[in-house]
């Protein structure tokens, strides 16, 4: 079975400092990851995601992620923290079935908090 | 375009009642997905739609929990005898093809007293 792992409940930052959040996949063949951050009561928005192309993936607003097979990690980072970037981001495993479809199985989510 | 939606944004109900939640996906998804968010956990998946039909609905809880997506588009979430364990954010999602990335809806907090 596939899973996922969030290595810090929560994350501080400065703003205009770099942001890492760390993740850590467990999957049995090559996994399709993804980073999906939600807002406040607003709804889970992708990020980026890895499908078994580049090695590191570029996503919006300045955040990318490299997948490292031989440390089953798929860490988030961006070179400078922005005040808006304050909120929950969570790592997702896909878990293509045998039915063809994507099963998302999601990490429990880092809090970012980013201060002036 | 428009997003998914999901109506209502926060529903308070009591121990023992019946609540419907009701998500709007994009037009043209044909895939179709619930999930739940307990408290300060990530979404757990709950039932998957391909068109009108429920193919993968392993992750409801007990038999209290029914969906339906009776015209290959708006879902329906059901919930007999609610209990307040089941209170929690329950998501829904849908993508043009079962394996394209999902889009979420902002969600329904439900409140179980």
């Known amino acids: 079975a596939q899973s996922v792992t969030q290595l810090d409940s929560h994350v501080s930052v400065s703003e205009g400092t770099p942001v890492l959040l760390r993740c850590n996949y467990s999957s049995s063949y090559s996994p399709s990851l993804f980073w999906y951050v939600q807002h406040p009561n607003k709804g889970l928005q992708l990020l980026l995601k890895y499908t078994s192309a580049a090695t590191l993936v570029k996503g919006i607003n300045g955040f990318e992620a490299e997948f490292k097979k031989s440390e089953t990690s798929f860490h988030l980072t961006k070179p400078s923290a922005h005040m808006s970037d304050a909120a929950e981001y969570f790592c997702v495993v896909s878990d293509l079935t045998s039915g063809g479809y994507n099963k998302l199985i999601f990490g429990a989510g880092t809090r970012l908090a980013v201060h002036p | 375009g428009a997003g998914v939606s999901q109506t209502p944004s926060n529903k308070v109900t009591e121990k023992g009642k019946y609540v419907e939640l009701r998500c709007d996906p994009i037009?043209?998804?044909?895939?179709l997905y619930w999930y739940r968010q307990s408290l300060g956990q990530g979404p757990e998946f709950l039932i998957y739609f391909q068109g009108t039909g429920a193919a993968d609905d392993s992750g409801l809880p007990n038999d209290r929990f029914f969906a339906v997506r009776p015209e290959g588009s708006v879902s329906t979430l059901k919930i007999q005898r609610t209990e307040r364990g089941d209170s929690a954010v329950y998501l829904c999602?849908?993508?043009?093809?079962?394996?394209?990335?999902?889009?979420f809806g902002p969600g329904t907090r439900l409140t179980v007293l």
């Open positions: 999602a849908s993508s043009p093809t079962s394996r394209d990335t999902q889009y």
């Open positions: 037009s043209g998804h044909t895939a």
